[in-house]
């Protein structure tokens, strides 16, 4: 008898498992760095990252965190449905003169569930 109980939770993870990896909602970003290049002082500067869903399920995102206080990020709010668009529109405040590299962390439902974006540039 347990014999045949453990084989069924066997079985039954497997089929779990397996059904869980066919179905997955997957970024592919146009790019993942931008680089600004020259840019001046004081002004703030924006990119709009775009990416499609090309998995089968809608792709939610649940936060892009910005890893320093000089940068903000605006990103689409609602489930993107597979084949659909999505953007993140990520702003950075330049105060410091010198070159600089920022990252943005993305969480999502997707199968990679942390991926960064990075933006670059020299503030002069």
Do not use: R, W
């Amino acid at each position: 008898m347990k014999k045949i109980t453990s084989i069924c939770a066997v079985v039954i993870a497997f089929i779990s498992l397996t059904a869980m990896t066919l179905f997955t909602a997957e970024f592919k970003f146009e790019k993942e760095t931008h680089d600004f290049g020259k840019i001046p002082a004081g002004k703030p500067v924006s990119y709009e990252y775009k990416f499609n869903n090309a998995g089968d399920e809608p792709i939610i995102l649940a936060d892009v965190q910005p890893t320093c206080g000089c940068s903000v990020a605006e990103f689409t709010k609602t489930p993107v449905k597979p084949g659909d668009a999505g953007t993140i529109k990520v702003t950075f405040n330049a105060e410091t003169k010198g070159p600089f590299t920022k990252s943005f962390i993305v969480k999502s439902n997707t199968k990679t569930p942390v991926k960064t974006l990075t933006i670059k540039g020299i503030v002069e």
